[in-house]
Antibody, heavy 123, light 107 residues
Framework: QVQLVQSGAEVKKPGASVKVSCKAS????????MHWVRQAPGQRLEWMGW????????KYSQNFQGRVTITMDTSASTAYMELSSLRSEDTAVYYC????????????????WGQGTLVTVSS | DIQMTQSPSSLSASVGDRVTITCRAS??????LAWYQQKPEKAPKSLIY???SLQSGVPSRFSGSGSGTDFTLTISSLQPEDFATYYC?????????FGQGTRLEIK
C-alpha cells in the first residue's frame, strides 16, 4: 500500500532553515510528482510546490518568494522540502502529498498524504 | 490567484442527516475540483476528484457535483466517523488553492 512517512517535529529559531523529509513506499517513486502543502494553526491548507520524481523538475508557489527548495533522492525514494529564513508565521504542519495529474497534465490533486511534520519557529 | 470560499464555515448535524457543503471559486475552474476530509491531528484524506469522481475506497454516501464556479459535497446519511473538517481544492491553475474549510460537528 502507498505510504508517505515524514521526519519528526522540528523547533527552529527565526532566520534559520528547516529540512523535512518524506519517504515513499508502495509505488514507483519516479512515476509521480510529490507536492508539499502546509497548514498553519487554525488556517487553510497552503500549497508550496512540487518536484517531478521522474526528472527532477520543480515548481514553487510565488508566495514563498524563493525561500523554499524541494529536492529528492530517488535511490531512497525520498523527497525533501527545505524552507529558509524562517519566521514565526512559518509555524505550521508541513505535509508531503502525492500528486495526480489534472488539467493539461500540469496541475494536480492529492491522493495520498504524509502524516505531517510540525515545524515550530520560536526565539 | 483563484479564491475558494466554502459555506457554511461550520455545521451541526445528527447521525443519519443529509448534509451539503458548498464551495465557490472566484473564477471558472471547469471540474478541476477536489474534496478532502481532515480529522483532528490527522492528514487530509482524498474523497472526491474532478468534482464528482469518488476516490477509491471512499463510501458511496459521499458525492460531489458542480462545474464552473459552484460545487457541492453531499453526505447522504451522516455516520459517526464523518464528523470532521472538509476542504475543497481547485487544480485548474496555479497556485493550487484550498477553501477555508467546513467544520462538521455533532448536534
Amino acid at each position: 500500500q502507498v505510504q508517505l512517512v515524514q521526519s519528526g517535529a522540528e523547533v527552529k529559531k527565526p532566520g534559520a532553515s528547516v529540512k523535512v523529509s518524506c519517504k515513499a513506499s508502495g509505488y514507483s517513486f519516479t512515476g509521480y510528482v510529490m507536492h508539499w502543502v502546509r497548514q498553519a494553526p487554525g488556517q487553510r491548507l497552503e500549497w508550496m510546490g512540487w518536484i517531478n520524481a521522474g526528472n527532477g523538475n520543480t515548481k514553487y508557489s510565488q508566495n514563498f518568494q524563493g525561500r523554499v527548495t524541494i529536492t529528492m533522492d530517488t535511490s531512497a525514494s525520498t523527497a525533501y522540502m527545505e524552507l529558509s529564513s524562517l519566521r514565526s508565521e512559518d509555524t505550521a504542519v508541513y505535509y508531503c502529498a502525492r500528486g495526480v495529474r489534472g488539467r493539461a497534465d500540469t496541475t494536480f490533486y492529492f491522493d495520498y498524504w504524509g502524516q505531517g511534520t510540525l515545524v515550530t519557529v520560536s526565539s | 490567484d483563484i479564491q475558494m470560499t466554502q459555506s457554511p464555515s461550520s455545521l451541526s448535524a445528527s447521525v443519519g442527516d443529509r448534509v451539503t457543503i458548498t464551495c465557490r471559486a472566484s473564477q471558472g475552474i471547469s471540474t478541476w475540483l477536489a474534496w478532502y476530509q481532515q480529522k483532528p491531528e490527522k492528514a487530509p484524506k482524498s474523497l472526491i476528484y474532478a468534482a464528482s469522481s469518488l476516490q477509491s475506497g471512499v463510501p458511496s454516501r459521499f458525492s460531489g457535483s458542480g462545474s464552473g464556479t459552484d460545487f457541492t459535497l453531499t453526505i447522504s446519511s451522516l455516520q459517526p466517523e464523518d464528523f470532521a473538517t472538509y476542504y475543497c481544492q481547485q487544480y485548474n491553475s496555479y497556485p493550487i488553492t484550498f477553501g477555508q474549510g467546513t467544520r462538521l460537528e455533532i448536534k
